[in-house]
């Protein structure tokens, strides 16, 4: 047999067939990886898109940051270091202005903050279920109390610099405590017909 030896122009045919092929591979691996990148670019923004809603019937976690627009956190739902369960409504300073919670006992309280962070009402419980509130002054001191207890059927008392004054809707008592002299009792008699 006759054997043919490869010519130049045979060779450089070849390598013309070989470079074309390789171009056209890298082509196809450059689209490959472009429609791979696409896809989870792709899968990425649809994540962030449907980040805004969350679906689920059961969410366990420790603490819910409410943000508004500009990031800034205005309302948390956590428990407290005894694991009561409390929400916390905050200004555009990120103080607490609203308190709401339970205590230990599960009796709940309401708690408007001021600026300082001190309580200057609170809306509560009493241990035997009876609801009172209770105003306080800026240096976090008591002056008015409306509260109804299980024993009477309700009461208030104003505190003031000069003293306090203690009304009581059961016996119609009226005290007066000052700071600088003696209780008086003031009894109103009421008429049976």
Same mark, same amino acid.
């Given at each position: 047999?006759?054997?043919?030896?490869?010519?130049?122009?045979?060779?450089?045919?070849?390598?013309?067939?070989?470079?074309?092929?390789?171009?056209?591979?890298?082509?196809?691996?450059?689209?490959?990886?472009?429609?791979?990148?696409?896809?989870?670019?792709?899968?990425?923004?649809?994540?962030?898109?449907?980040?805004?809603?969350?679906?689920?019937?059961?969410?366990?976690?420790?603490?819910?940051?409410?943000?508004?627009?500009?990031? !800034?956190?205005?309302?948390? &739902?956590?428990?407290?270091? +005894? @694991?009561? *369960?409390?929400? $916390? #409504? %905050? =200004?555009?300073?990120? !103080?607490?202005?609203?308190? &709401?919670?339970?205590?230990? +006992? @599960?009796? *709940?309280?309401? $708690? #408007? %903050? =001021?600026?300082?962070?001190?309580?200057?009402?609170?809306?509560?419980?009493?241990?035997?279920?009876?609801?009172?509130?209770?105003?306080?002054?800026?240096?976090?001191?008591?002056?008015?109390?409306?509260?109804?207890?299980?024993?009477?059927?309700?009461?208030?008392?104003?505190?003031?610099?000069?003293?306090?004054?203690?009304?009581?809707?059961?016996?119609?008592?009226?005290?007066?405590?000052?700071?600088?002299?003696?209780?008086?009792?003031?009894?109103?008699?009421?008429?049976?017909?």
């Amino acid at each position: 047999m006759f054997k043919v030896e490869p010519t130049l122009e045979n060779l450089a045919s070849h390598i013309q067939r070989q470079d074309r092929s390789l171009k056209a591979m890298s082509w196809s691996v450059l689209g490959a990886t472009i429609l791979a990148a696409a896809a989870i670019i792709s899968s990425q923004w649809h994540a962030t898109a449907n980040a805004d809603t969350v679906k689920a019937k059961t969410l366990s976690v420790e603490t819910i940051a409410l943000r508004n627009g500009t990031g !800034k956190i205005v309302a948390l &739902i956590s428990s407290t270091s +005894d @694991g009561t *369960p409390h929400i $916390s #409504l %905050l =200004d555009s300073r990120e !103080k607490v202005r609203l308190s &709401i919670g339970l205590r230990q +006992d @599960g009796v *709940p309280s309401v $708690s #408007l %903050l =001021d600026t300082e962070q001190g309580q200057r009402a609170v809306l509560s419980l009493n241990d035997h279920q009876d609801a009172s509130l209770t105003m306080y002054n800026a240096a976090k001191l008591p002056r008015a109390t409306l509260a109804v207890d299980s024993v009477s059927s309700g009461h208030m008392v104003l505190f003031g610099t000069g003293g306090g004054l203690n009304f009581s809707a059961l016996d119609g008592r009226v005290q007066w405590t000052p700071v600088g002299g003696a209780v008086q009792n003031i009894q109103t008699k009421t008429e049976s017909k």
